[in-house]
């Protein structure tokens, strides 16, 4: 099997919603699944992209992605990546794609000067954890993820419209 990675583009943005939604119901979060296929455009491909994707290909056919974006490390100085969803399907797994997914990513890092690449793993997803430190991740432990989203988000930001 052939494997290549290739940067998406807008033709591929009904792929990049249905593997979402293959990664949702993996997840087993599905009904948490609400973006609408205009407003990602914008978001991926627009004239501001604020996030990117790439592509991972078995045999010419498009298998799974990676949509990443930049952080940044006020501790290097240095912009990191932040994988924010990783997905291969199933009847695709096993033959080296998601390492190569994994691995472009590293690559972009590195080339863009970044000090990190960093992402979030959901506790349960035993197999995940397994083939991330065998890449040479570590986990962070230490550090909790915080969220504001929906209704606290709305009521936070309305706070600095009180000021």
Known sequence: MS????PATPADLPLIGALIHELAV?????????FDLAVMEQHLFGPHPMAEVVMGEL??????????FHNFST???RPGIYLEDLFVRPEARGAGLGKALLAELARLAVERGCARFEWSVLDWNTPSIGFYRALGARAMDDWTVMRVDG??????????EAR
Not at 26 to 34: F, Q
Not at 151 to 160: R, S
């Open 151 to 160: 209704a606290a988000l709305a009521a936070l930001a309305k706070l600095a």
């Open 59 to 68: 045999d010419g056919v498009a298998q799974g992605f990676a949509l990443f």
């Open 75 to 77: 501790f290097e100085g």
């Open 3 to 6: 494997i290549a990675i290739r």
């Open 26 to 34: 993996y997840e087993k979060l599905a009904h948490e699944v609400r």
